[in-house]
């Protein structure tokens, strides 16, 4: 059977988790009251829909409704969520009938997609950038190479910071690159990366 809460369980206890937050736990008021309004729009969702036990479904169809009908943003939708996680985890407490197995941790967050436009540096701007890092100290010279190697073949951070030294074919003049998914490219390891590498190693490996 799956796990679920009756909706007249989660109506009832609602009054004594908001007396604890306030009189015994000396919660915010004012984050107490926002805490109510989203229980509050979550009750009279459940009843509106006329439904008598929450389950994951009914949870997961709230979080569509918030964000088709109310045309509600992440933000706003990941604070009703907190605010229901959090009751939920007071009636787990409170012994109240399937809170206890009810997986209210798993609950995912809502993320808001990008829509703006994706930008590029302009040459001029990479330089201006290269030109800012401090390469007379180690660590500056480190960043150098980091931000060169991102720039000059394209590379995500994480496969940047990846590399190693056994990725570096010396003799054909390539890199071999992890990418995502476990995909592998080579790349071209032209005269100034390999002397940039070089002198990096020196730097990375001076006692």
């Avoid at 439904?51 to 088709?68: A, Q, S, V, Y």
């Avoid at 605010?83 to 206890?100: E, M, P, T």
């Avoid at 390469?135 to 150098?144: A, E, N, T």
């Amino acid at each position: 059977m799956n796990a679920c809460i009756s909706v007249s369980d989660f109506d009832l206890h609602l009054e004594d988790y908001h007396d604890l937050r306030i009189n015994v736990l000396n919660h915010q008021p004012s984050g107490v009251e926002a805490n109510k309004r989203d229980l509050n729009l979550f009750s009279n969702y459940l009843h509106t829909n006329d439904i008598k036990k929450i389950t994951g479904d009914e949870m997961l169809n709230f979080i569509g409704w918030l964000r088709k009908e109310r045309d509600n943003k992440a933000g706003s939708i990941n604070r009703k969520e907190s605010s229901i996680r959090s009751y939920f985890k007071y009636l787990r407490f409170s012994q109240v009938k399937g809170a206890d197995a009810f997986p209210i941790e798993s609950l995912p967050r809502a993320r808001e997609p990008y829509s703006g436009p994706i930008e590029a540096l302009t040459p001029e701007e990479v330089i201006k950038l290269l030109n800012s890092v401090d390469k007379d100290s180690v660590l500056g010279f480190r960043d150098f190479v980091l931000y060169t190697l991102l720039y000059s073949l394209g590379l995500r951070i994480s496969e940047a910071l990846n590399i190693s030294i056994e990725d570096i074919d010396y003799e054909n003049k390539v890199f071999h690159i992890h990418g995502k998914g476990r995909k592998k490219r080579a790349l071209p390891l032209t005269e100034y990366l390999l002397e940039i590498i070089n002198k990096w190693m020196i730097y990375r490996f001076k006692p």
